[in-house]
Each structure stands twice: as structure tokens, then as C-alpha cells.
Antibody, heavy 117, light 108 residues
Framework: QLVESGGGVVQPGGSLRLSCAAS????????MHWVRQAPGKGLEWVAL????????FYADFVKGRFTISRDNFKSTLDLELTSLRDEDTAVYFC????????????WGQGTQVTVSS | SNVLTQPPSVSVAPGKTATITCGGD??????VHWYRQRPGQAPVLVIF???ARPSGIPERISGSKSGNTATLTISEVEAGDEADYYC???????????FGTGTKVSVL
């Protein structure tokens, strides 16, 4: 399973670090992603880190503000959020994609991030 | 462009068939995956690689593709099918992932 944590309320311009704890599978066999969902809106891909951590990719709207990282020994995935804006308010999900595949086969329940003054 | 367009809503009577489309410029040359998201829950994969069903997904849920349009079909609709459905693709050039705009299925 995947369990997110670290969400909360932060002021515009602030920072937050989200974490995702994985269990029950070998994390090194999966690319790991963050996907977000603003209130009442659809799913939006945020970032991807390869199974071995060698590459990271970000949605265009991130513009250098977020950093994805992983620790395969601890089976954890992180997302550092900086320079937060009102429009970053969303539920942030972590999700996995098996190596060689392009679909998500497991999602966490999400953690709420609210950017508000 | 990787904009994936879905109808905002589909209404269907119990026992009938719901059809959800996903249109995009590159769909003909990429694989499409579909997810169901019930209120307050995480998405669940229902179709992958255009038409494959994960274990536990009933045969009355199927996927297909023709040209630049992918289609999710739910036959013999039940109350439990009421949810939001999203298509998803991967861009092999940028390694970015994209979701459709989402379709809310309502069972009358």
C-alpha cells in the first residue's frame, strides 16, 4: 500500500514536504509519481521519479518549485513544495507505475495541501 | 498537443450502456488507460493498454480505440458504477503523463 503524509495549511510563498510510505512490494521495481486534484477538479500529473532515482520529470506548471525524491532502502517517496501558490491547493496522491508500463496500478489515499493566507 | 477531451457528464439508466469517449491528437499512436474515481476515494485502474482489464474488473467494462478517440464502455450499468472516469496517456518524448478532463457518470 501507499500512505501519504505531510499535508497541511501553508501561506502563499511557503513550503511543505510531502511523504509517501510504501509497503508490501519492492519499490525498486516501480517508477513513482505524484498526482494532484484541486477541489472539484480533475486529476493532474505533477512529477515522476524513475525506479532507481536516476531521472525526474515535472509538469510544466511546476516551473522549478517542486522537487521529487525517493529512498528505496526506506521505501519512501517525497515531494518538496516551495513557492506555493493558491492554485497549488489540492489533494496530492502518490501512485506507482511498474517498470516497462505506463499505467498506474496502485494509488495512495492522498494528503490535502491548502495554500491560504 | 496532449489535451485529452472527455464529455463532462454521461447519464444512464440502470441496465443500460454508458459510453465515455476520450479524444486527443496523439491517441492513435499511444496507449490509453482508464480510471474510476468514486467520491472521496483514490482512482482505481479499470482498463489499461486500450482494452486490457485488471483482475477484479468485470467483463461488462471494456475499452476500445479508433483513430484519435478511445472509448470506455460500461454495459449493464449498476448504481455502483456512478463515479468520475478519467483517461490517461504517456508522452514518450517528454516522459510526461496526461489525464483527460474527466467524465461524471450518473445512474438515473
Amino acid at each position: 500500500q501507499l500512505v501519504e503524509s505531510g499535508g497541511g495549511v501553508v501561506q502563499p510563498g511557503g513550503s511543505l514536504r510531502l511523504s509517501c510510505a510504501a509497503s508490501g512490494f519492492t519499490v525498486g521495481r516501480y517508477g513513482m509519481h505524484w498526482v494532484r486534484q484541486a477541489p472539484g477538479k480533475g486529476l493532474e500529473w505533477v512529477a515522476l521519479i524513475w525506479h532507481d532515482g536516476s531521472n525526474q520529470f515535472y509538469a510544466d506548471f511546476v516551473k522549478g518549485r517542486f522537487t521529487i525524491s525517493r529512498d528505496n532502502f526506506k521505501s519512501t517517496l517525497d515531494l518538496e513544495l516551495t513557492s506555493l501558490r493558491d492554485e497549488d491547493t489540492a489533494v496530492y496522491f502518490c501512485a506507482r507505475v511498474a517498470n516497462g508500463y505506463t499505467n498506474y496500478d496502485l494509488w495512495g489515499q492522498g494528503t490535502q495541501v491548502t495554500v491560504s493566507s | 498537443s496532449n489535451v485529452l477531451t472527455q464529455p463532462p457528464s454521461v447519464s444512464v439508466a440502470p441496465g443500460k450502456t454508458a459510453t465515455i469517449t476520450c479524444g486527443g491528437d496523439n491517441i492513435a499512436t499511444t496507449s490509453v488507460h482508464w480510471y474510476r474515481q468514486r467520491p472521496g476515494q483514490a482512482p482505481v485502474l479499470v482498463i489499461f493498454y486500450d482494452s486490457a482489464r485488471p483482475s477484479g474488473i468485470p467483463e461488462r467494462i471494456s475499452g476500445s480505440k479508433s483513430g484519435n478517440t478511445a472509448t470506455l464502455t460500461i454495459s449493464e450499468v449498476e448504481a455502483g458504477d456512478e463515479a468520475d472516469y478519467y483517461c490517461q496517456v504517456w508522452d514518450s518524448i517528454t516522459n510526461h503523463y496526461f489525464f483527460g478532463t474527466g467524465t461524471k457518470v450518473s445512474v438515473l
